[in-house]
């Protein structure tokens, strides 16, 4: 099986229930929908974003083979003003086992989206390794997540889509979004907040094309 996750740009016509109910129907499993609804309306000011149309979505499921995309991709294409698909590995970093909710239940929380590309001029087996390695353990110190997951892309698989090496899903309590405080655990000092602020950046300027990146909170739907 392959994981595949698409990004939609612009307004989402659908519901989650109805988009992953339609997506269902040709084959996709585990689906998870992403989306920018009226849940995260208040935390819009944390987005980092620089496309026009801007991210709306995020959609990934199992699929038994990337060759039987094509009808997923109508569905999501009639769905979003625009979509960039890749294929993907999927390395979980911290599974979620506390924000847990049913089936096609919005997940409590906010899962924050993040787009990312390989610094310039760094080897990709080097930028892979701080990423899942390094940057792993200095952002399970430093922030207060409950769930972090991360998509390694493999090849994308839509003309035209973003040149990103991976797609990150992190969950926080919605308290956190928008209080460095309560993001980067600092119980109320302030210097354990620059002490875990300046390692985060640290170690994001030692792998990241900042002036690439997009972040956005999304609510998550689970199928």
Same mark, same amino acid.
């Given at each position: ?47 980092? !974003?620089?496309?026009? #149309?801007?991210?709306? /979505?995020? $959609?990934?499921?199992?699929? *038994? %083979? +990337?060759?039987?995309?094509? &009808? ?85 698989? !839509?003309?035209?889509? #973003?040149?990103?090496? /991976?797609? $990150?899903?992190?969950?926080? *309590? %919605? +308290?956190?979004?928008?209080? &460095? ?43």
């Amino acid at each position: 099986m392959e994981k595949l996750v698409y990004v939609l740009f612009g307004s989402v016509s659908k519901t989650p229930e109805s988009l992953a109910r339609e997506l269902e129907a040709h084959g996709a499993r585990r689906i998870a929908v992403n989306v920018s609804d009226a849940h995260v309306a208040a935390k819009l000011g944390s987005r980092i !974003t620089r496309l026009d #149309p801007t991210l709306s /979505g995020v $959609v990934s499921f199992w699929l *038994d %083979a +990337a060759l039987e995309r094509e &009808p997923l991709e109508r569905t999501l294409r009639a769905s979003a003003v625009q979509i960039a698909g890749y294929s993907v590995l999927e390395s979980v970093a911290l599974a979620n086992t506390t924000h847990l909710a049913a089936k096609s239940e919005r997940t409590p929380g906010i899962n924050m989206i993040a787009c990312i590309a390989t610094k310039t001029g760094q080897p990709y087996g080097a930028w892979l390794e701080h990423w899942l390695e390094e940057h792993r353990r200095v952002a399970l110190e430093t922030q207060a997540t409950y769930a972090y997951l991360r998509n390694i892309v493999v090849r994308a698989l !839509t003309p035209g889509a #973003p040149a990103w090496q /991976g797609i $990150v899903e992190e969950g926080f *309590d %919605a +308290a956190s979004i928008g209080d &460095p405080m309560a993001w980067y655990k600092a119980d109320g000092s302030a210097q354990k907040l620059q002490a875990n602020l300046g390692r985060m950046i640290a170690s994001c300027q030692a792998f990241l094309d900042l002036d690439r990146v997009e972040s956005h909170p999304m609510s998550e739907y689970r199928f």
